[in-house]
């Protein structure tokens, strides 16, 4: 359900007049710089007042006083409020005290020792933001004077270390008004916040006295943008798939309901998401997928889940630029807190270290589906020449590492030079001196040229019976 919004007053960092606090109980102020509160040329700024949780007044300049006063408040959702439960027997208390107790509206109704009321309570304090929320601000310009100010016009920017974001309209869609005595113009802008740290909102307001002279004065209010999720990620090879983990943690205060976690894999690759379930009971009345997090999708502080996925290259043409990427996708998570309160986060791309590749690509392109023991069988090989460089093959047998499946061809013998993207067809005769599923192995293929041994690893199981 959606609450009413409440608002938060933030404490201004230049040295217009500040506001007073809203209702719900005083605002807490955030610290000043030491930015100047007019621009180069300005005659100076307004006196300084303070207020009740207000920060230290600012340095006031005698030579002019501004006609508006700004007032900025951070609107956030309210809270549930907090009650302590205090179970008693009415006979000890007495009836009236017991009363008492029962109907505080603070408590709910049918369950009195739940500890959480249906009453909302405003912010005490300006409260922590996360990055991927939604920072929303309040903007109230009045006019203290008793003369008409007119085109009067508020401007405000979200700056960064590295970014700069307009939050109101500029140029011929910026709104001017006129402020006559006592009168106010205000404003709700929102923007998302994408980087961590500390962030400074700059209003600039502009307008002209009853003489034509344009005015203007400048504010400045800082606030520090925090990480809500710590997500830590690891990629495991096996053959040509490849298997991403990624681990969310909460690292808030505040429990989170995750309504999405979505990898988007990088164009070179097709993901499989390995948390859905493919039980025959596993699809919701509306049909939507299950995953092994649909059953409880919150997060405590400090909790950990983990996802995982599989890789496999988009088109089988892809094969080779895929096991040599080093970047394998993006996550996007979607969650709410307080009230349903939003966030979206989207992960820069997640690196990958590859794997080192031979220059040799060896696979097995036909073989028996069955073959009887004490039988010779064929196997037929490809050897393809990945590097750069040409190589000088040389087929080698180790006996003592050839198991139940013996080579029966000529072993130690010449295969000749492989130019670059060059591919030969081997055929390997085999025996099987036992039944059952038996591994191939005890081949190597050894280059002269770079002087390095290649073991024939890749040949598949074979399947062997006695008759």
């Known amino acids: 359900a959606t609450a009413a919004r409440s608002s938060t007053k933030m404490e201004s960092k230049g040295h217009s007049r500040s506001g007073s606090g809203v209702s719900g109980g005083p605002a807490t102020p955030l610290s000043p710089t030491k930015k100047d509160a007019s621009p180069a040329g300005s005659s100076g700024t307004v006196k300084k ?5 207000a920060a230290a007044p600012a340095p ?3 030579k002019e006083v501004h006609h508006l006063a700004l007032k900025v408040m951070r609107l956030t959702k309210p809270r549930l409020v907090r009650t302590t439960p205090v179970p008693f027997d009415p006979v000890d208390l007495g009836s009236e005290l017991a009363t008492t107790l029962v109907q505080d509206t603070g408590v709910l109704t049918d369950l009195p020792a739940f500890g959480l009321g249906e009453v ?3 912010p005490q304090s300006f409260g922590s933001i996360f990055l991927g929320e939604m920072f929303s601000c309040y ?3 009045h006019n203290e004077s008793t003369e008409q100010c007119t085109d009067v016009m508020v401007a405000a920017e979200l700056q960064t270390g590295n970014d700069r974001t307009q939050i109101t309209p500029t140029g011929a869609d910026a709104t001017k008004v006129v402020l006559k005595p006592g009168g106010s113009y205000d404003t709700v802008q929102c923007s998302e916040v994408k980087e961590p740290g500390t962030h400074l909102l700059v209003c600039n307001v502009s307008y002209k006295n009853p003489e034509g002279e344009k005015k203007f004065f400048r504010k400045f209010f800082k606030f520090v943008v925090y990480k809500p999720l710590d997500i830590k990620t690891v990629t495991y090879n096996s053959g040509g798939d490849i298997f991403l983990e ?6 808030t205060q505040a429990p989170m309901f995750f309504e999405k976690v979505e990898f988007h894999p990088d164009p070179l690759f097709k993901a499989f998401d390995l948390n859905l379930l493919n039980g025959e009971d596993d699809a919701t009345d509306n049909g939507a997928a299950v995953t092994t997090f649909t059953s409880n999708r919150y997060l405590k502080p400090h909790d950990v889940r983990q996802h995982l996925y599989r890789l496999v ?3 089988p043409g892809l094969s080779a630029k895929a096991s040599l990427a080093d970047e394998v996708g993006k996550l996007e998570i979607v969650w709410r807190t307080n009230l349903g309160e939003l966030g979206r986060l989207q992960t820069n791309t997640l690196p990958r270290t590859p794997l080192p590749v031979a220059p040799l690509e060896i696979e097995a392109v036909q073989m028996p589906a069955e073959v009887r023991a004490t039988e010779v069988f064929t196997i037929v090989v490809r050897i ?4 750069s460089n040409s190589v000088d093959l040389y087929l080698r047998e180790a006996p003592e590492k050839a198991g139940k499946v013996h080579f029966v061809g000529t072993a130690n013998h010449a295969l000749g030079v492989l130019a670059p993207g060059q591919e030969i067809g081997l055929p390997l005769p085999f025996v099987a001196s036992a039944t059952g599923l038996l591994n191939i192995r005890g081949l190597t293929l050894y280059d002269k040229v ?3 041994p290649y073991d024939i690893l890749s040949l598949p199981h074979v399947y062997v019976t006695a008759d």
């Open 450 to 452: 770079a002087n390095r």
């Open 120 to 122: 909302c309570i405003l």
């Open 60 to 62: 006031r300049s005698s």
């Open 139 to 141: 903007l109230s310009l």
């Open 313 to 315: 290259p988009r088109e």
């Open 49 to 53: 007042e303070g207020g009740d949780g």
């Open 384 to 387: 393809s020449n990945t590097g």
């Open 246 to 251: 990624a681990q969310i943690k909460n690292i």
